[in-house]
Structures are given as C-alpha cells and as structure tokens.
C-alpha cells in the first residue's frame, strides 16, 4: 500500500509538472500571436464565454428601431429571451433622464430623447459590440456603439452636439475619443453645455468630475 501511495504520488507530481509546461507553452504561444495578430486574437478571445452568443447575435447586424424610451436608451425589433424585443442602451454616453409622470425629468432630458427620436426611431441601426467590459448592464440591456443609417457613430453625436455626456463610470474601447469629444462641447458651450448648472449634472458626474463650468 505504501508503495502504491509513493507511486501515485510520484505520478501527481509528473502531472502537475506536465501542466505547468502546457500552460507555459500557451501562454509563449498566446504572446507570439498577441504581436502578430493583435485585436483580432484580444476580440475572439474576449468573448468566449457568457458574451459569446450576444457578440454574434448582435455585433455587426442591422435592426429596426421600435421604441424610444429616452436619450441613451431604445428598443430594437429582435426577441430577447422572453421579451418580444431587445432593449440597448448606448456605451460610452449618458443622456439626461426625460422624467416620468412620477419622476420629473432633468435638464435637457427632453431634447435628449427627441434628438434620439429623429435619429432613430422606425430607422434601421447596426450595433457595434465592444471588446471591452461587459456586453449587458446590471439591467439586462445590451451596451453598444450605434450606426446611423448616414454611417455616423449616435453615441459620438450625442456628446458632441451636447446632449449627453460621456460616461466616465465603466472602461470602453472608446473612452478617451469621448472624453475629448465632452471637453469640446463644453468649451464651445455646444446644447446642454450652453445652460447646465452644476447641479443639474447626473449625481455621479458631480462627484467624479466637479472641475466642470467655472
């Protein structure tokens, strides 16, 4: 029995060494395709898993707009799980909250929702899927990067013509551009920036970013 004991410990030993040698031999081949290949190993590779069906299901494709619900958010014409819709909310943007019959809406809320409206609403998009973060929200909508019918970015156009703002909460492929994009809005007093008080910002832009308006 001893022996046996020795022997098979003898054999772990073996095997976890032969692990460690296969994982070092992937990792130098992941290195060297990494150089070669760059983005296009990073994006297959960020996606398996969980993420997978979504990217596949969505990354690339043309919807039909259905529904509006405010700036950042809208509906595309796709079942998603049992719902006979699915809901998208843009990455990388945050629009000002239109209000409710319950809730009153804040600064520029309004505007937001209509100029997405225009934009959107009974036209056909392609969303983008990001190869950073996560592809769903806390919420269950699908975060992406939204193409007009005209081939212009809706989330860029958003921070741009100033009815949003660029969300400095989660990392995205397309963080910084956006940041750039807010700081020229702001300067030109571009929509919101013309008339926003800082208390009118999101709560989480007055706590991350209160150097905003003098």
């Given at each position: 029995?001893?022996?046996?004991?020795?022997?098979?410990?003898?054999?772990?030993?073996?095997?976890?060494?032969?692990?460690f040698?296969?994982?070092?031999?992937?990792?130098?081949?992941?290195?060297?395709?990494?150089?070669?290949?760059?983005?296009?190993?990073?994006t297959?590779?960020?996606h398996?898993?969980?993420?997978?069906?979504?990217?596949?299901?969505?990354?690339?494709?043309?919807?039909?707009?259905?529904?509006?619900?405010?700036?950042?958010?809208?509906?595309?014409?796709?079942?998603?799980?049992?719902?006979?819709?699915?809901?998208?909310?843009?990455?990388?943007?945050?629009?000002?909250?239109?209000?409710?019959?319950?809730?009153?809406?804040?600064?520029?809320?309004?505007?937001?929702?209509?100029?997405?409206?225009?934009?959107?609403?009974?036209?056909?998009v392609?969303?983008?899927?990001?190869?950073?973060?996560?592809?769903?929200?806390?919420?269950?909508?699908?975060?992406?990067y939204?193409?007009?019918?005209?081939?212009?970015?809706?989330?860029?156009?958003?921070?741009?013509?100033?009815?949003?703002y660029?969300?400095?909460?989660?990392?995205?492929?397309?963080?910084?551009?956006?940041?750039?994009?807010?700081?020229?809005?702001?300067?030109?007093?571009?929509?919101?920036?013309?008339?926003?008080?800082?208390?009118?910002?999101?709560?989480?832009?007055?706590?991350?970013?209160?150097?905003?308006?003098?």
């Open positions: 029995m001893v022996r046996n004991r020795r022997l098979n410990y003898a054999l772990s030993r073996r095997n976890r060494r032969f692990l040698m296969v994982c070092l031999a992937g990792l130098a081949i992941l290195g060297i395709l990494d150089r070669r290949f760059g983005g296009s190993v990073r297959v590779l960020s398996v898993g969980s993420d997978w069906g979504d990217f596949y299901r969505y990354h690339g494709k043309h919807f039909p707009v259905v529904r509006v619900l405010d700036g950042d958010t809208f509906d595309i014409d796709i079942p998603d799980g049992t719902s006979p819709t699915t809901r998208v909310r843009l990455l990388g943007v945050d629009t000002p909250e239109k209000g409710t019959d319950n809730k009153e809406g804040m600064f520029y809320g309004q505007q937001a929702t209509e100029f997405t409206t225009h934009l959107v609403l009974n036209k056909e392609t969303l983008l899927i990001d190869t950073v973060g996560d592809v769903r929200c806390k919420y269950g909508r699908l975060l992406a939204v193409v007009l019918p005209d081939g212009s970015i809706l989330n860029e156009r958003i921070i741009q013509q100033g009815y949003g660029a969300d400095t909460r989660f990392s995205h492929s397309r963080y910084d551009p956006y940041l750039r994009l807010q700081e020229q809005a702001c300067a030109e007093r571009t929509g919101l920036w013309a008339e926003v008080a800082k208390d009118q910002f999101p709560p989480w832009l007055q706590r991350e970013r209160p150097d905003y308006l003098p």
